[in-house]
Protein backbone atom coordinates (compact mmCIF):
# COMPACT_ATOMS: atom_id res chain seq x y z
CA UNK A 1 0.00 0.00 0.00
CA UNK A 2 1.60 3.63 -1.06
CA UNK A 3 1.34 5.88 1.64
CA UNK A 4 0.17 9.58 1.03
CA UNK A 5 2.31 12.19 1.41
CA UNK A 6 1.95 14.46 4.94
CA UNK A 7 0.49 18.30 3.40
CA UNK A 8 -0.41 19.26 6.87
CA UNK A 9 2.06 18.37 9.53
CA UNK A 10 0.14 20.36 12.38
CA UNK A 11 -3.34 18.82 12.07
CA UNK A 12 -1.82 15.41 10.23
CA UNK A 13 -3.60 15.95 7.10
CA UNK A 14 -2.63 13.75 4.00
CA UNK A 15 -2.46 14.82 0.58
CA UNK A 16 -5.03 11.79 -0.20
CA UNK A 17 -7.29 13.06 2.09
CA UNK A 18 -6.83 16.89 0.63
CA UNK A 19 -7.31 14.90 -2.91
CA UNK A 20 -10.77 13.20 -1.62
CA UNK A 21 -11.82 16.33 -0.34
CA UNK A 22 -11.76 18.50 -3.47
CA UNK A 23 -13.36 15.13 -5.22
CA UNK A 24 -16.44 15.30 -2.64
CA UNK A 25 -16.65 18.92 -4.09
CA UNK A 26 -14.77 21.46 -1.93
CA UNK A 27 -13.10 23.47 -4.21
CA UNK A 28 -12.23 26.49 -2.21
CA UNK A 29 -9.27 27.11 -0.33
CA UNK A 30 -11.23 28.22 2.59
CA UNK A 31 -14.13 24.98 2.32
CA UNK A 32 -10.59 22.80 2.04
CA UNK A 33 -9.41 24.92 5.54
CA UNK A 34 -13.01 24.64 7.49
CA UNK A 35 -12.82 21.12 6.43
CA UNK A 36 -9.79 19.82 7.09
CA UNK A 37 -8.39 22.39 9.36
CA UNK A 38 -5.18 23.20 7.23
CA UNK A 39 -3.64 26.12 8.80
CA UNK A 40 -5.15 25.94 11.85
CA UNK A 41 -2.23 24.70 13.38
CA UNK A 42 0.58 26.29 15.43
CA UNK A 43 2.21 26.84 12.42
CA UNK A 44 -0.92 28.69 10.96
CA UNK A 45 -0.27 27.24 7.17
CA UNK A 46 3.06 28.87 6.60
CA UNK A 47 3.95 25.56 4.60
CA UNK A 48 0.81 23.74 3.72
CA UNK A 49 -1.49 26.42 2.44
CA UNK A 50 1.31 26.74 -0.50
CA UNK A 51 1.39 22.77 -0.66
CA UNK A 52 -2.94 22.46 -0.57
CA UNK A 53 -2.96 25.63 -3.00
CA UNK A 54 -0.89 23.87 -5.49
CA UNK A 55 -2.83 20.60 -5.36
CA UNK A 56 -5.90 22.40 -5.65
CA UNK A 57 -5.20 24.66 -9.15
CA UNK A 58 -3.57 21.01 -10.15
CA UNK A 59 -6.84 18.76 -9.53
CA UNK A 60 -9.50 21.61 -10.61
CA UNK A 61 -7.56 23.59 -13.25
CA UNK A 62 -8.26 26.83 -11.69
CA UNK A 63 -6.15 29.62 -10.32
CA UNK A 64 -6.23 30.13 -6.28
CA UNK A 65 -6.57 33.72 -5.86
CA UNK A 66 -3.45 35.25 -3.39
CA UNK A 67 -6.79 37.00 -1.85
CA UNK A 68 -7.94 34.23 -0.69
CA UNK A 69 -5.32 33.03 1.27
CA UNK A 70 -5.74 33.39 5.21
CA UNK A 71 -3.53 36.10 7.39
CA UNK A 72 -1.08 34.30 9.39
CA UNK A 73 -1.77 35.37 13.57
CA UNK A 74 0.94 35.38 16.26
CA UNK A 75 0.74 31.78 18.05
CA UNK A 76 -1.11 31.57 21.17
CA UNK A 77 0.70 31.87 24.11
CA UNK A 78 -0.92 31.27 27.44
CA UNK A 79 -0.96 34.12 30.08
CA UNK A 80 -1.34 34.17 33.70
CA UNK A 81 -4.50 36.10 34.73
CA UNK A 82 -2.42 37.98 37.37
CA UNK A 83 -0.53 39.38 34.38
CA UNK A 84 -3.77 40.69 32.68
CA UNK A 85 -5.35 42.02 35.86
CA UNK A 86 -2.69 43.50 37.95
CA UNK A 87 -2.02 47.29 37.75
CA UNK A 88 1.39 47.12 37.86
CA UNK A 89 2.99 49.22 35.40
CA UNK A 90 6.08 46.66 33.82
CA UNK A 91 8.36 49.88 32.58
Request: aromatic content about 2%; charged content about 35%.
Amino acid sequence: MKKSAIVCRCEDITEEEVLKAIEEGYTDLEELRKKLRIGMGPCQGRVCVQIVIKILEKKTGKKVSKISIPTSRPPIIPVPLGTLASDKDEK
